[in-house]
């Protein structure tokens, strides 16, 4: 069993930057794959970014390729979102979730969720 529980959302003007948190429970954290995913009002989850369990490996959608760097600190059970040039359309409740093994974007394929946490970007 995984807990997530993402921190560090909030409001932020066009151009700035947040980092968000994903913190995790369990001794096993670096067999997990991890995976942001954010939800606007009215749309489906949408897949942001992953890392693999060790970090080796990463993926980001194409809208946020260039501006955002997802990392991890497996000795802090913590994996993190760093959105740089962030645009009004970011905006959204921005979900970590977690998987046993290889990360992939579809959102069906991960076990564990956080709460989510607001991201707003305003213009």
């Known amino acids: 069993q995984v807990q997530l529980v993402e921190s560090g959302g909030g409001l932020v003007q066009a151009g700035g930057s947040l980092r968000l948190s994903c913190a995790a429970s369990?001794?096993?954290?670096?067999?997990?794959?991890v995976g942001w995913f954010r939800q606007a009002p009215g749309q489906e989850r949408k897949f942001v970014a992953s890392?693999?369990?060790?970090?080796?490996?990463?993926r980001y959608a194409d809208s946020v390729k260039g501006r955002f760097t997802i990392s991890r600190d497996n000795a802090k059970n913590t994996v993190y979102l760093q959105m740089n040039s962030l645009k009004p359309e970011d905006t959204a409740v921005y979900y970590c979730a977690a998987t046993w093994g290889t990360v992939a974007a579809d959102p069906r394929t991960y076990t564990y969720w956080g709460q989510g946490t607001q991201v707003t970007v305003s213009s």
């Open positions: 369990g001794r096993t954290f670096s067999m997990y794959g």
């Open positions: 890392i693999s369990g060790i970090g080796s490996s990463t």
